[in-house]
T-cell receptor
């Protein structure tokens, strides 16, 4: 089966611009998660979708971040406006069932200059 | 904050068993222990998880002590490709959130 796909793999944008990251989960996986690792820090949870519903968005850092999953398939994470501290690697993961291991994508490396 | 404690690093000889320890003394009765690893800058890779019984899959074995305060991940025949940062994670009951700590860097040497 195809894995979790993230696009783009790298993005370099200027401070103040908008960037949209995309995640395509494994087909049929209702659970979709976003995590990120900013420079020098541990991997942190951002949010969890079950189908198109946000189940837990307690990790979203502020209102510059907007995640959507229309139709319960792929998801997007928009950062608007981007700040320097948003630089890092953004990971998406999916799972078929709760309490199971996730499959992570390779991540999107975001650099804000 | 992560609820687990791991040594920062460990070395293992290729072909030998790698035993990766993890302490989770504050774990609650319904919280699972998960292990993931991250090879270089790839996305984390799920290895195994368990609640109280020992678990084994094609990648590894997970041994959880009877009091559940610690566990050991065993890679039975380590290869160079097992060099990675290994994360022991206690998943908070009722939450899908994984709290990653600093992990432990395993280096498999030829």
């Amino acid at each position: 089966e195809a894995g979790v796909t993230q696009f783009p793999s790298h993005s370099v944008i200027e401070k103040g611009q908008t960037v949209t990251l995309r995640c395509d989960p494994i087909s049929g996986h209702d659970n979709l998660y976003w995590y990120r690792r900013v420079m020098g820090k541990e991997i942190k949870f951002l949010l969890h979708f079950v189908k198109e519903s946000k189940q837990d968005e307690s990790g979203m850092p502020n209102n510059r971040f907007l995640a959507e999953r229309t139709g319960g398939t792929y998801s997007t994470l928009k950062v608007q406006p981007a700040e320097l501290e948003d630089s890092g690697v953004y990971f998406c993961a999916s799972s078929a069932k709760r309490n199971y291991g996730y499959t992570f994508g390779s991540g999107t490396r975001l650099t804000v200059v | 904050d992560a609820k687990t404690t791991q040594p920062p690093s460990m070395d293992c000889a290729e072909g030998r068993a790698a035993n990766l320890p993890c302490n989770h003394s504050t774990i609650s009765g319904n919280e699972y222990v998960y292990w993931y690893r991250q090879i270089h800058s790839q996305g984390p890779q799920y290895i195994i998880h368990g609640l109280k019984n020992n678990e084994t899959n094609e990648m590894a074995s997970l041994i959880i002590t009877e009091d559940r305060k610690s566990s050991t991940l065993i890679l039975p025949h380590a290869t160079l490709r097992d060099t990675a940062v290994y994360y022991c994670i206690v998943r908070v009951a009722g939450s899908e959130k994984l709290v990653f700590g600093k992990g432990m860097k395993l280096t498999v040497n030829p």
